[in-house]
């Protein structure tokens, strides 16, 4: 299949996403919400269930949470950030920095093939320049 055409409204949604203002904390609060469910209840898709529960009543803020969190789990499921991220758990989460959160909360969204994504290098620097001013490096 080859990389499609996008349309005005694909990049109109990009421009969206990347001007919702989304914080650290509100991705950590979907990690919370998701530790919460029994492992044996976890499944593709919940992550858009448990976003819609917390922000019901700003979907374009829940849309922009979930377009963060998406790419940033195949980020580290395929390419990881090493030194950032911990080996995979017997349940399938992958441990990460605070800053590694804090990146995925402002650095823009990009188009990555077909799909939504962030750009690795910049996603990286991002991580560590969010670490500095933690205090973490």
């Not at 995925?104 to 991580?127: K, M, Q, W, Y």
Request: aromatic residues 6%.
């Amino acid at each position: 299949m080859g990389i499609k055409q996008w349309t005005d409204d694909d990049w109109k949604m990009l421009c969206r996403l990347n001007a919702t203002h989304v914080t650290k904390d509100d991705l950590l609060a979907l990690v919370e919400e998701a530790e919460k469910v029994p492992k044996n209840e976890r499944e593709d898709g919940i992550g858009i269930l448990l976003v819609t529960r917390l922000h019901h009543s700003k979907p374009e803020k829940a849309q922009a949470i979930y377009f963060r969190m998406e790419p940033l789990s195949h980020l580290l499921e395929k390419e990881g950030a090493p030194g950032w991220t911990l080996p995979r758990t017997p349940d399938g989460a992958i441990p990460t920095q605070v800053a590694v959160l804090a990146a995925a909360a402002v650095e823009p969204l990009t188009r990555i093939d077909n799909e939504v994504g962030f750009e690795r290098n910049s996603f990286l620097n991002r991580v560590l320049a969010e670490a500095e001013v933690e205090g973490h490096c």
